[in-house]
Every structure is written in structure tokens, then in C-alpha cells.
């Protein structure tokens, strides 16, 4: 048995394309994790109806908090398998899954890319994620744009790195068709602009504070445009309401949507996050990013121009006022995004686990 362990929004999508591979290879059991506050995974799950088990919840925002929920969680795993232990664990960013598989001696393949608070390769921005399940792991798969000297730093060999040739989001988004307007759905007018809001994961280990340039952008943008602004909440949207809830073209997406019912029909994304601006970029949406830190896939579009960067809400109008003014066609970036084709580059991640722990 595979367990696939997924507990970001975005290892939903990027293991769902890997579902059929990983299926013909051994059985495959999902689990993943959820709170009130903090469910995406789980919506995305029953939105592309993956089965799961959904075990242990998320710690919020205070260390010992997260530390609390990862050892209730690590508890539970241990229940749900009891004494049919997988044969392997695959995940993406999971320290509980890691901890305990690597306790039980079930080899780990990773997916890993954000090692890093930063980019530039140095053990100082190595993320407590990282620290805490990459020397763990069998076997290390990470996009090109990262350095291999970033994963040496936590002493893994050699032979346990390997590299593939495209950036994640491209696996789910290539043949992405057009789906149901968000729009019509929520209510919003269609004749004009849609800007697409999506704070940034500030709760996350990586990130040092909770900045207010996105909060600042959003009143900015509403006072001064006739737009649509429509706010993609990270962790809950409560407190979003009672900041944003009384201004006329402010909404707050409470429900989940697939990426085929909001992108085709966005006309500009102000992000905080990594991969829905990504995601964006390779779209050829107009992406600006306000993150407090910057990591080698943003460095990456921006050196390619596929992103801006903005640091004040002045600086967030000015760019979503020229880039709507431009309208420019919107092109896929998919050279820039994919070294190799598709279906070659995943059945060479395929086989690679399929060598090293299914056959002797």
C-alpha cells in the first residue's frame, strides 16, 4: 500500500495527477487533515471526489499549538493503520506523516519544494519543515528551479536527489478547460474587471510576520477602481468580513472553486502565496505578489517577467491599473514552465519509485 499523505491545498492537485500512476503500481490510501479554520484540503479532496481519511486537525498559528496537534495527529495515524503498515509514504510537505513513518522504518519519497526561506542556498534559511523531514526521506524529488546545493546542506547523498523538469502547477493546469463563471455563481457583475485576491499563508513556518500590504490593496483598490475584488481567504473569512464585509464590489469567497472556474474569468491576481500566483503566471494572467519573502520560484518569474512584485499598496493600483489597461493576450507559458514533456517526465518520477522500492 502507498499512503499518500496531503495536508496543502496544493499537493491535491499535484498528486491527483500522479493517482493513476501510483495506482497501477500498489494500492493507495489518502489521508489528510482539517480544522475549522482551515479545510481546504479536505473541500479540494470531495471536490475532485479523491477518497480519503481525514485524521487530526491543524495547530493554527502558535508553535506550541502546531506541536500539541502534530502529536494528537502522529497518535491517530498510528490507530488508523494499526498493524497494516503501508509499504511507502509519499508526500509533499508533512512532518507528521514523516515522523512517523520514518518511526515505523516505511521508506519516504518527498516532493519537495520550498527547503528554503529564501533563495539563495544557505543553512540559515533552511524551513523547520525541511529540518524536519527531509533527512528522513528516501528519496528526494524537487523542480528545477531549485539548487540541488539547498537539499546537500541537510546532508542528503547524491543519489537520492533527483531533479524533474517542471514546475508543479503545470501538471494540473496544462489541459485545464474552461468551466462555470465564478462569477454568475457568487452574484458578481461580469461586464466589468475581476481582480482575484489571495492572502498570504501566513500561518506557515516559513514566513516571518503577517504584513498589511494585501489588506491595505484590497481597500485601495476598491475605493479607487470599478472592479470586482474578490477575496480568496487562507485560513477563514470571518475576519475578512468584518474588515472588508460593508464595501460594495468587495466579496469573500467562501466556497472552494476549481481553478477552471476562476481563472478563465480573472483579469488580474494580487497575491500573497506562492503557488496560486504561479499558477497565474503560467496562465498568463497579469500577477502581482505581495509576499514578505521571496523564494526561488518567484525569482524565477521574475526574472522572466511573469510576475511583479509590489511592497505598498500604491505600488499594487498602480500595477493593476496598467496591466488592465494593456490587456494583453493571454499566452501559457509552457516552455518556460516544462523542460520536458508531460507524460515522459511523470513516468520517469514513476519509475524511479517503482525500481527503488517494488522491485528487488
Known sequence: ?????????????????????????????????????????????????????????????????????????????????????????????????AQVAFGLGIPIVHFADTPMAGHICDVRLLTKLARLTLPLSSLIFYPFVLPRECFKLLGMSEENLISYPFIDVALWLQDM????????????????????????????????????????????????????????????????????????????ICQKFAPQEFYPFIDVLVGGGGTMNLESSYLGIPTISTRSLLLFHDTYLLKYRLMSHATSAQEVLGLVREALARQAPRLRQDTLFFRAPREQAMRAIIEQIAQRFYRS
Open 177 to 252: 478547460p474552461k468551466g462555470r463563471d465564478f462569477r454568475e455563481i457568487l452574484g458578481l457583475p461580469t461586464h466589468r474587471p475581476t481582480i482575484l485576491v489571495r492572502e498570504e499563508e501566513y500561518q506557515a513556518h516559513y514566513v516571518a510576520q503577517k504584513l498589511p500590504v494585501i489588506y491595505e490593496s484590497i481597500a485601495l483598490l476598491a475605493q479607487s477602481l470599478d472592479a470586482n475584488i474578490a477575496i480568496m481567504p487562507r485560513y477563514g473569512f470571518r475576519e475578512l468580513e468584518r474588515e472588508f464585509g460593508d464595501l460594495e464590489n468587495v466579496s469573500i
Open 1 to 97: 500500500m502507498i499512503w499518500l499523505d496531503i495536508t496543502d491545498p496544493k499537493y491535491v492537485l499535484f498528486f491527483r495527477a500522479f493517482l493513476p500512476y501510483l495506482s497501477a503500481l500498489d494500492e493507495v490510501c489518502i489521508t489528510t487533515r482539517a480544522s475549522s479554520e482551515y479545510d481546504e484540503c479536505v473541500r479540494l479532496l470531495e471536490l475532485f471526489g479523491m477518497a480519503h481519511y481525514c485524521v487530526g486537525g491543524y495547530g493554527g498559528a502558535h508553535i506550541a499549538d502546531k506541536f500539541r496537534a502534530r502529536m494528537r495527529r502522529q497518535e491517530e495515524l498510528l490507530r488508523l493503520f494499526g498493524e497494516n503498515l503501508p509499504t511507502l509514504l509519499i508526500t509533499g510537505a508533512s512532518a507528521d506523516a
